[in-house]
């Protein structure tokens, strides 16, 4: 397993090129007190032959006086290297150690248990792919455990490995190991973690971590070393936004001006358009330099010195997107912070904000609430203090350019510094959402440009009747996913389009692709999906067209706000009434499968309710009757309502 080539020998240039071109897989172990994270390290690198011999002698020496093993051989040792870790044997810091297979290089972090060096767990885990959750199976999931999957989910790690280690000391016991495996499910299933693998472990026997175990004949999976060496990560790493955050502004003399820095995210290429923020100016890419020479193009996370055609005003701090890909540039913004400091945080004290490359003051003008790692339950506060994580407001003394943490982790995170000692007392990670004083309610909301009068079209309504032969009306079809809205839709568009009668589907799916893109789908998020979608259907009402609106539309509310929008007297409201199991059967996707795992937050139907209409205009019982009946049903809905002639 180790990194022996036989290109060593006979061609070390060779081999060290191709030792470059491994993937690199950033790796923490974490957990609760005396889990093995340790011990886990040090077999893996005992295994795969990367220790030294005087360095194996040393620990060999010092497992007698130190050793948590009655005196054998102690992996633990060769990450606890402080003093005081040795002889209370825990960790206490952060330890980085590196290696290498055939397949991969690695780095490991090997964070604290205590709860007391929580923050330093935060730290291992700011730069991490992967995590691997440590489980003793005579103790199962402890308070620390959630406390770390939890920062594990809050930090972004999407590859979370839960390693159920110390299966020897429960005879191997494949009931034990299912017990622990459902009970960190059903705590897992509330939080974001897209790929979560178990692996029944012995870290001190080595069973299932580099061979497969002979006293586990139940367990058929990949053992741990296989796992690290082939899960992929290739799709984390964000590539589509591009964000180059000024680092140094590089002046050698008056013929050159580059900029340099670290890509945070995206690709960029010789000629690409580029905006500099926060000024908005656009150049071109003249050249990308490197030590080595110039690059036709760099992707994150390389470092380049990025020269530009045009002359404009480019500072540290400042960053370069695209025009048609810009990041939100706000001096206020939500974000869940852990505290990382003695001293209780203070709202609304003055501390240093260390975004990029950006330095700028501010303050956490609100705690909103404080989470408990144990329930995940909200709970009201006042202050923070060590190791605690809250959701905060924000405020700035200027604007930074940022997207949401979940989105891309270079340009949404930040520290915190205390403007007296200069030291780290938090890190936040910024959350996709607009704070509550930033969000309007948009039905309510007055135009922002004042003083423009909308002209009359010349075509009277009357006019546009006559022409099309049909009212103009709306249809809203709501109903849960799955319930054959937007086929029942685009169905009855083509019985209309054949009659001879103009009328357009407005699908929510679609109009999240376009117009609605930067929403997600929390109550406020639908509600303001359906607003902009009532909007578009009344203009094409007031063009004549029926429009058919296919939205799950969950809130009665907000159905009546679309209503008063479109206007009582065009509105048709149609409930496709399908039982939640035939949607299930019926929807092609995996969003249930999703909601029910924790996956998909506010799901209509398994994690959100939803109102089914007591007025609706009609009622369509889709797992009863096909398509066709259905569009009959709603062109008669149409004929009595004088819609059509």
């Keep these: 397993m180790s990194h022996h080539s036989d290109l060593i020998a006979t061609d070390i240039n060779a081999y060290l090129a191709q030792h470059e071109r491994k993937e690199l897989l950033r790796f923490l172990t974490c957990g609760s007190v005396d889990d093995g994270k340790s011990t886990l390290i040090g077999r893996l690198l005992y295994d795969s032959k990367m220790i030294y011999e005087d360095q194996l002698a040393a620990i060999e020496r010092d497992s007698v ?31 980085y150690r590196y290696f290498s297979t055939t397949h991969r290089k690695f780095i490991i972090a090997d964070t604290p248990g205590h709860e007391q060096y929580t923050r330093n767990m935060a730290t291992g885990a700011s730069t991490a792919d992967l995590a691997i959750i440590l489980i003793d199976a005579r103790h199962g999931v402890l308070t620390q455990t959630r406390r770390h999957t939890f920062i594990a989910s809050l930090l972004g790690i999407r590859h979370v490995l839960v390693a159920i280690n110390k299966m020897d000391l429960v005879g191997f016991s494949q009931e034990v190991y299912e017990r622990i495996r459902e009970d960190y499910k059903q705590f897992a299933s509330r939080l974001d973690l897209p790929d979560l693998h178990f692996i029944p472990i012995s870290a001190l026997r080595g069973d299932n971590v580099v061979e497969p175990s002979a006293s586990m004949p139940w367990y ?84 380049v010195t990025i020269t530009l055609d045009d002359e404009i005003d480019v500072s540290r701090g400042d960053m370069l997107v695209r025009p048609g890909n810009v990041p939100r540039l706000e001096e206020r913004f939500d ?26 003051t501010g303050a956490i003008s609100t705690l909103r609430y404080r989470v408990d790692v144990n329930t995940l339950h909200r709970q009201e506060t006042d202050t923070l203090r060590l190791n605690e994580i809250a959701r905060c407001a924000v405020t700035l003394s200027q604007p930074i350019a940022f997207d949401g943490y979940r989105r891309n982790r270079g340009t949404g995170a930040f520290i915190v510094i205390d403007r007296i000692t200069n030291g780290t007392v938090g890190a936040g990670m910024i959350l996709d959402r607009v704070t509550a004083e930033q969000r ?22 009357q006019q546009r009747a006559v022409r099309f032969g049909q009212r103009p009306v709306t249809l809203l079809l709501t109903g849960l996913t799955g319930a054959g809205k937007t086929t029942i839709a685009y169905a009855l568009e083509r019985r209309l389009f054949d009659m001879g009668r103009a009328a357009a589907v407005l699908d929510g799916v679609a109009l999240r692709q376009g117009i609605s893109r930067d929403l997600g789908f929390s109550n406020e998020d639908r509600s303001e999906n359906l607003r902009r979608g009532a909007e578009v259907a009344r203009l094409m009402n007031e063009a004549g067209l029926i429009c058919i609106a296919s939205f799950v539309a969950p809130d009665a509310p907000v159905r009546e706000r679309a209503r008063e929008v479109i206007g009582p007297d065009r509105f048709l409201l149609v409930h496709l009434a399908a039982p939640i199991d035939v949607c299930r059967q019926r929807h092609d996707g995996d969003h249930y499968q999703r909601a029910d795992a924790g996956e998909i937050a506010n799901f209509p139907g398994v994690s959100a309710a939803y109102d089914q209409p007591a007025d609706a205009d009609l009622v369509l019982p889709t797992h009863e009757w096909p398509v066709e009946q259905c569009v009959d049903r709603l062109l008669q809905l149409l004929r009595d ?5």
């Design 65 to 95: 006086t130190h050793g948590t093993t009655g005196g054998g051989f102690d992996p633990a040792l060769l990450t606890d290297g402080l003093r005081a870790e040795r002889e209370q044997g825990i960790t206490i810091d952060v330890a």
């Design 335 to 360: 974000a869940m912070i852990v505290w990382m400091a003695e001293q209780p945080l203070v709202p609304g004290k003055a501390y240093l904000f260390k975004h990029t490359s950006k330095l700028v």
């Design 641 to 645: 309502s004088k819609v059509l002639d």
């Design 220 to 303: 058929q999976g990949s053992t741990l070393m296989h796992f690290l060496e082939t899960v992929y990560i290739g799709s984390d790493r964000n590539l589509e936004d591009f964000r180059f955050p000024v680092q140094y502004v590089n002046r050698p003399h008056l013929d050159f001006r580059g900029f340099c820095g670290t890509l945070a995210s995206g690709i960029v290429r010789q000629g690409d358009e580029v905006m500099a923020l926060p000024s908005r100016k656009t150049s071109r890419v003249k050249s990308i330099l490197t030590y080595d020479g110039s690059l036709q193009e760099a992707f994150a996370p390389q470092s």
């Design 440 to 461: 309007h309610d948009h039905w309510d909301a007055e135009p922002r440009v004042s003083g423009e009068h909308a002209e009359s079209s010349l075509v009277t309504a």
